[in-house]
């Protein structure tokens, strides 16, 4: 790719790395808006001449191989909040590389020609003239997610169950479907969500003030790799890793690429990073 091999040599880091076969395994978990991510990282480190072997696994999974060595890196921890439980354990056998992009959070959103003096926070949620007019069941994601565990603590927070309201686990297909039909027929809809994530840049929506902050705060996502990792990679490319910073609507632009323009996660990298030679030359230069 000529955009990246120019915009890092005009930035002074585009030295090849050794000659010998160098071969990094990237771990993320597998869903688009992390995988958009990796491509980014990928596109890095084989323009330093690395050969990239990317393994995809749900969190349970990926962060032990990270762990275990079996993977050197991980795009990306939601830190300190978020995947706090998974990184624990791996915490002393890694190290943080990057903040990649800030602002990952989970909230409630709902489609924004629901009249905002009626409906801008969670506590509205609870008023009769809301309730009555918002479904009772509120679809949310399986029910070890963040999204979900997260969104139990609100409906606690905000007394949503004697509203009459019901949270419900389900499979991602039910979780975008109910939220498409309810937009198609410009129906009421109350759809939990979370940033990086295509639905963002997709549709248009208003995210519902949380006064209660039951979510928790806003966490960073972070690059981390394995401490052996030091004995792969050359300084300079580590230190072009470190300094990757993709804004969290970057992120949700790259991911609605993939989910609404069909391209693959590594596609859609790359073309944010053909448009974007600008970006890519301060990592470079930081």
Same mark, same amino acid.
């Not at 506590?123 to 009769?128: C, H, K, Q, T």
């Given at each position: 790719m000529?955009?990246?091999?120019?915009?890092?040599?005009?930035?002074?880091?585009?030295?090849?790395?050794?000659?010998?076969?160098?071969?990094?395994?990237?771990?993320?978990?597998?869903?688009?808006?992390?995988?958009?991510? &990796?491509? @980014? @990282?990928?596109?890095?480190? +084989?323009?330093?001449?690395?050969?990239?072997?990317v *393994?995809e696994?749900s969190?349970?999974?990926?962060?032990?191989?990270?762990?275990? #060595?079996?993977?050197?890196?991980?795009?990306?921890? %939601?830190?300190? #909040?978020?995947?706090?439980?998974?990184?624990?354990?791996?915490?002393?056998?890694?190290?943080?590389?990057?903040?990649?992009?800030?602002?990952?959070?989970?909230? %409630?959103v709902?489609?924004?020609?629901?009249?905002?003096?009626?409906?801008?926070?969670?506590?509205?949620?609870?008023?009769?003239?809301?309730?009555e007019?918002?479904?009772?069941? *509120?679809?949310?994601?399986?029910?070890?997610?963040?999204?979900?565990?997260?969104?139990?603590?609100?409906?606690? $927070?905000?007394?949503?169950?004697? $509203?009459?309201?019901?949270?419900?686990?389900?499979?991602?297909?039910? !979780? *975008? &479907?109910?939220?498409?039909?309810?937009?198609?027929? +410009?129906? !009421? @809809?109350?759809?939990?969500? !979370?940033?990086?994530? %295509?639905?963002?840049?997709?549709?248009?929506?208003?995210?519902?003030?949380?006064?209660?902050n039951?979510? #928790?705060?806003?966490?960073?996502? !972070?690059?981390? #790799?394995?401490?052996?990792?030091r004995?792969?990679?050359?300084?300079?490319?580590?230190?072009?890793?470190?300094? *990757?910073?993709?804004?969290?609507?970057?992120?949700?632009?790259?991911?609605?690429?993939?989910?609404?323009?069909?391209?693959?996660?590594?596609?859609?990298?790359?073309?944010?990073?053909? +448009?974007?030679?600008?970006?890519?030359?301060? %990592?470079?230069?930081?």
């Open positions: 000529k955009y990246t091999i120019a915009t890092l040599m005009a930035a002074g880091l585009a030295t090849a790395a050794p000659a010998q076969d160098r071969t990094v395994t990237l771990g993320q978990v597998g869903l688009s808006f992390y995988a958009v991510v &990796g491509g @980014v @990282v990928q596109e890095v480190l +084989e323009e330093r001449g690395y050969t990239v072997e *393994i696994g969190h349970s999974e990926i962060f032990p191989m990270l762990g275990a #060595g079996e993977v050197d890196l991980l795009a990306a921890a %939601w830190l300190p #909040g978020g995947h706090a439980a998974l990184y624990e354990p791996v915490e002393d056998v890694t190290f943080q590389i990057a903040p990649i992009y800030e602002e990952a959070r989970f909230f %409630w709902v489609p924004s020609y629901v009249p905002e003096d009626m409906v801008s926070s969670i506590e509205d949620l609870a008023r009769p003239e809301v309730a007019r918002m479904p009772d069941t *509120i679809i949310s994601l399986p029910e070890a997610t963040g999204l979900t565990t997260g969104g139990r603590r609100v409906m606690e $927070a905000y007394d949503l169950g004697s $509203a009459g309201y019901t949270l419900e686990a389900a499979p991602p297909a039910n !979780w *975008i &479907g109910t939220f498409e039909t309810a937009v198609r027929n +410009e129906e !009421w @809809v109350v759809f939990p969500l !979370w940033q990086p994530q %295509w639905v963002n840049a997709a549709h248009d929506i208003r995210a519902l003030d949380e006064p209660q039951a979510y #928790g705060d806003p966490d960073t996502a !972070w690059l981390i #790799g394995h401490e052996s990792l004995d792969t990679v050359d300084a300079e490319t580590l230190a072009l890793l470190e300094a *990757i910073r993709l804004p969290v609507d970057v992120v949700t632009e790259m991911d609605r690429r993939v989910n609404v323009d069909g391209l693959s996660p590594r596609e859609a990298a790359q073309s944010w990073m053909e +448009e974007n030679p600008a970006a890519v030359a301060a %990592w470079g230069s930081s």
